[in-house]
């Protein structure tokens, strides 16, 4: 069982930086592909970034290409997405999300463990 855990939401304004981070303790996360998805008020939950179990392979939601950077660290167990010159439609829930395939994708059902979220919220 992998639990995923979710840091560094919070508030920005508009053009703004944030990092996400995600954890997970018990498993090597190294060992899996993972994602991130995001879910703004009164709509349904969307891809955002996914990269491959080795981090030779990322890709990303039209909306946030040359803004958003996924990336993953093995020796902290970790996962990121950076993400810069922040609008406010990218207000919304994000969630971190760990399939037991090698690779990812931007379909939700493939992911097999998620975490709660963290809320990012950006002010015009």
């Known amino acids: 069982q992998v639990q995923p855990v979710e840091f560094g939401g919070g508030l920005v304004q508009a053009g703004g930086s944030l990092r996400l981070s995600c954890a997970a303790s018990?498993?090597?996360?190294?060992?899996?592909?993972m994602g991130w998805f995001r879910q703004a008020p009164g709509k349904e939950r969307e891809f955002v970034a996914g990269?491959?179990?080795?981090?030779?392979?990322?890709y990303y939601a039209d909306s946030v290409k040359g803004r958003f950077s996924i990336s993953r660290d093995s020796a902290k167990n970790t996962m990121y997405l950076q993400m810069n010159n922040l609008k406010p439609e990218d207000t919304a829930v994000y969630y971190c999300?760990?399939?037991?395939?090698?690779?990812?994708?931007?379909?939700?059902?493939?992911?097999?463990?998620w975490g709660l979220g963290t809320q990012v919220t950006v002010s015009s």
């Open positions: 990269i491959s179990r080795s981090g030779a392979s990322t």
């Open positions: 999300a760990v399939t037991q395939r090698g690779w990812s994708s931007e379909v939700q059902m493939t992911y097999d463990y």
């Open positions: 018990g498993r090597t996360l190294s060992n899996y592909g």
